[in-house]
DNA sequence: TCTGGGGTCCTAGGACCC
DNA sequence: TCTGGGGTCCTAGGACCC
């Protein structure tokens, strides 16, 4: 029995956060559009988060790339222009794409707030697939006023793969049949997954691109590097068969970290803003209406070494205080007196449904009265905004770890 | 004014049980 | 007394993505 070919598109926002961060200018009546100058969406210099979260064109000629210091991309681009962010309304925009994507299929997964699969098997009727991604493309840029890419394949990695290729405004197809002439005589750094410290040891191999990866020995690349490396090979083959996730999935784990305006070794400070992360992190657990297993602290210090220690607890928990106290015991046991730390993050993980966990018939007072004191807070949150209750003394690192509604 | 913050998944080693 | 493995859970750290 033959399998029908799955039929998938891969949409992707051109310059995404620089694009929408234009759109709202121009939207609020300023005059220049920041997409036809050398500009970039960065982090807070004076925060010591200063990197390239988004580029224009004319700042990618000038060899700027994301993720790099703005210091450093002021260097090869004097004349730059930085903006800030804001998300806020970045998730307006990747909701509005949404919605327009779903008059063409409900199989959407929504792979980053900028990105999308779209799964168009039992939605093409007598139409072309590549017709319905030039459709998509025009209308997007019509009615939401940017623009995006769109790869056209049979599975998910080859329409990403095709989504990458020459950019903005463009729709790209890689079938089977095309793979050996577009993919495999890019460079194998080009490739989904492979990431900067794979890279060196293919070099060394002399494979150079992606085509030499995927004449490799298939056996030979599992031993070499396990898994990843049979991932790598299939990836270079132009194989996947993973389908498209387009239902709501929960998360796994919740995390905040922040970068401190200056590095700490004052151990009381740290576990201040470790309470700060800790209500924070705890208020959207909450929201989902979920219970954590595992709690997790991450430094990492001025010299930009990682450290981070978890914990399974005993109970699933929300509550504020319960993981706080872990979170402290964890910081303790790991932070050595006198480093100076750079940045602090809490984490939770092996979450749960708290409707799935069986209510234990000797649940103490005391929790349930902790559980009631988080319930008020969160209601006074949820009415008057995230800033508008605080713990006495606490205001200085809500400062530092920047709030969110 | 050098290097964000949010995730997911994998690996290796140790503890513990059978 | 010594010598085993397999399986599972837990933890620390790392690779990669946008």
Same mark, same amino acid.
């Given at each position: 029995?033959?399998?029908? +070919? ?54 990618? +000629? ?217 209500? +924070?992190?705890?208020?959207? $657990? ?44 964890? $910081? ?25 966990? +069986? $209510? ?46």
């Amino acid at each position: 029995m033959e399998k029908k +070919q799955k039929q998938i598109l891969h949409i992707d926002v051109n310059n995404a956060f620089l694009s929408w961060t234009a759109i709202d200018r121009l939207a609020e009546g300023e005059k220049l559009d920041i997409r036809e100058i050398e500009a970039v969406i960065g982090g807070d210099e004076s925060k010591r988060a200063g990197i390239v979260l988004a580029k224009s064109m004319k700042a990618k +000629q000038k060899g700027v790339h994301t993720a790099e210091t703005i210091y450093q991309a002021r260097l090869k681009c004097p004349n730059l222009q930085v903006f800030k962010g804001d998300y806020k309304s970045y998730r307006k925009h990747s909701n509005d794409l949404y919605n327009l994507l779903l008059q063409y299929t409900d199989k959407i997964e929504r792979f980053s707030i900028d990105e999308c699969f779209l799964d168009m098997t039992e939605y093409l009727g007598n139409s072309r697939l590549i017709d319905k991604a030039f459709e998509i493309s025009k209308r997007v840029k019509k009615e939401l006023g940017f623009t995006v890419n769109i790869g056209v394949a049979h599975n998910k990695l080859l329409a990403k793969m095709a989504s990458d290729f020459t950019k903005p405004d463009k729709v790209h197809t890689l079938y089977e049949e095309e793979i050996a002439t577009k993919m495999w005589t890019l460079p194998v750094s080009e490739l989904f997954m492979l990431g900067r410290k794979t890279l060196p040891k293919l070099y060394n191999m002399k494979i150079k691109t992606i085509g030499d990866l995927a004449r490799q020995d298939k056996n030979e690349m599992v031993k070499r590097f396990g898994k990843h490396g049979l991932i790598m090979w299939e990836y270079a083959n132009g194989i996947d068969n993973s389908p498209v996730n387009y239902l709501e999935e929960k998360p796994k784990g919740i995390g905040n970290s922040v970068t401190l305006p200056m590095d700490i070794c004052d151990k009381e400070k740290l576990e201040e803003i470790l309470l700060t992360l800790t209500e +924070q992190v705890t208020y959207r $657990l909450r929201k989902y209406n979920m219970y954590a297993n595992v709690v997790n602290v991450q430094l990492r210090t001025k010299d930009f070494k990682d450290f981070s220690h978890q914990k399974r607890i005993g109970k699933s928990t929300s509550n504020t205080k319960e993981i706080y106290n872990v979170a402290k015991d964890l $910081l303790n046991e790991m932070y050595k007196k006198g480093t100076f730390i750079r940045l602090v993050g809490l984490r939770v993980d092996s979450l749960v449904d708290k409707d799935e966990v +069986q $209510l234990s018939l000797f649940t103490d007072e005391n929790d349930k009265k902790q559980e009631k004191l988080d319930e008020v807070v969160d209601k006074i949150k949820q009415k008057y905004g995230y800033n508008s209750i605080t713990r006495a003394g606490k205001l200085h690192s809500d400062e530092i770890v920047k709030l969110k509604e």
